[in-house]
């Protein structure tokens, strides 16, 4: 599995590196706006206990736009990697593949992430007013987003209407489970490794968070994305 991945990382890192800066324009879109965020271990967090103070209606307004351009930038970018994927193992045109279907396909993926925000944001506003936020809110996002884990990969390559791609990404989650710790202990890993890296950069370069950011967003996060596609192209075992 992981060799696969690495096989297709490699052998796209032009194009993967190149669909990656919309993973990184999407991660510095907040840090330019009025959103509540900052950048640590080179990632970009919401500060939820911000969004309640002082906010103009412009503020909120920014804060929705930008959220909103975040996420279709990664849901192109998701999108995109999931096309090169597909085209690689299928043995189809890269370029065919990418020009037919990534505008239907983000904008699918784009809606689904978006409704899954939004009721994310209605639950942390809900359990915000009842002091409840650190116990319901992350609970309930993993919940929300288990059937959006494969989700992407579902509507790509098997071309899925959206109910039955959330309900396979819990079937792969589930028939695949080993798979699924696999990618957990891989993304810690790389990501760990990232951290690491920050923190002996920290003393030298007063920008060190911004280089992790570029890191992360530029080759560790389109790894972890082609692996996650790997691992979902297991149904099939005429692909392995």
Partial sequence: MLSYSLE??????????????SFLLAFLI??????????????????????????TYQDI????????????????????????IKSQRTLTNIRTEIIEGVEKYTLIVFWLYTMAFIISLVVILI????????????????????????????????EMRPINAMKMSLYMIRKRFKYFVLFILVGWALLS????????LKSYF?????????????????????LQTQIYLTKYTILK
């Avoid at 907040?30 to 906010?55: K, Q, V």
């Avoid at 929705?64 to 975040?70: D, K, Q, T, V």
């Avoid at 309930?140 to 579902?154: D, G, I, K, N, R």
């Avoid at 490794?193 to 002996?200: A, P, R, Y």
Wanted: hydrophobic share 60%; net charge negative; no cysteine.
């Fill in 8 to 21: 297709g990382y490699i052998k796209n890192i032009k194009l993967i590196v190149f669909f990656s800066i």
């Fill in 30 to 55: 907040p840090l330019f706006s009025p959103t509540p965020t900052y950048i640590a271990l080179g990632g970009i967090f919401l500060r939820t206990g911000s969004m309640f103070i002082d906010l």
């Fill in 61 to 84: 307004g920014l804060i929705l736009l930008s959220l909103l351009s975040s996420l279709f930038l990664i849901s192109f970018a998701i999108v995109a990697i999931n096309l090169l």
């Fill in 127 to 158: 359990s915000y007013e009842y002091n409840l936020q650190e116990l319901i809110a992350p609970l309930f996002s993993l919940l929300v987003h288990l059937p959006l884990f494969y989700m992407p990969a579902a509507i790509v390559i098997d």
């Fill in 193 to 200: 490794i990232s951290d690491l890296f920050l923190i002996s």
């Fill in 206 to 226: 007063q920008w060190s968070s911004y280089v992790v950011l570029i890191i992360n967003s530029l080759f560790i996060l389109p790894f972890l994305i082609i």
